[in-house]
């Protein structure tokens, strides 16, 4: 199946560049190119898109505010955001996770590394894969507070193990990794993983994390609980 992308970049050479890495990778094809987030929601109301590819800073409608309306749309609830980003505003990022982002990446990527990294998104896992959540967000995370807000009243339907695994992928953790800790098989883990992003309506465990972190589920330098 081809997986179709958008490219989201005010800066014309940017999106050159990825396109030319797309274009050369079987089973991908560049759906659209926009040069503000305004450009890309236009875009996506006649274009199907399994991944866009979203710079922060743009004119008129930033990565953020665009990111935060695609997946608020029910009818893109398929269309996986990947944030580009020079890691230098921290902030941003987060703001972008928070959005609705899948994961991020940097814009000096190697080809290689962005040809998996959106296979993975499109296949609807985050930050490129689940293992690398803890070393991706640990350079981000500690800007993420605990909201001030009443805790999610959806964290009230997660059961005990959906919570104690909930807490297990916010630490980086794989399905794999948690069903030896939980002595499980990973078929349950995945399970458990699922019903809670239903429960509170997660589109990723990317959200998920964010979730966490928002919630005081989990906090910046916390130590994997005992098994």
Known sequence: MTIRILLADDQALIRAGFKMIIDAEPGFEVAGEAADGREAIDLMRTTWVDVVLMD????????????????????????????????????????GLQAGASGFLGKNVAPADLVNAVRVIAAGDALLSPRATRGLLSRFIHRIRPTTRP??????????????????VAHGLS??????????????????????????????RAQLVVIAYQNGLVEAGDTLPDP
């Open 175 to 204: 399905n794999d990794d948690i069903a030896r800790r939980l002595r499980v098989s990973p078929l349950t883990v995945k399970t458990h993983v699922n019903r809670t992003m239903m429960k509170v309506n997660a589109r990723d």
């Open 56 to 95: 922060i800073r743009m004119p008129h409608m930033d990565g953020i505010e665009a990111t935060r309306r695609i997946c608020a749309n029910a009818h893109l609830a398929r269309t996986r955001v990947l944030i580009l980003t020079t890691f230098d505003d921290d902030d941003n990022v987060v703001l």
């Open 151 to 168: 805790r999610l009243p959806a964290l009230d339907l997660v059961t005990e193990r959906e919570m104690e695994i909930l807490i297990l």
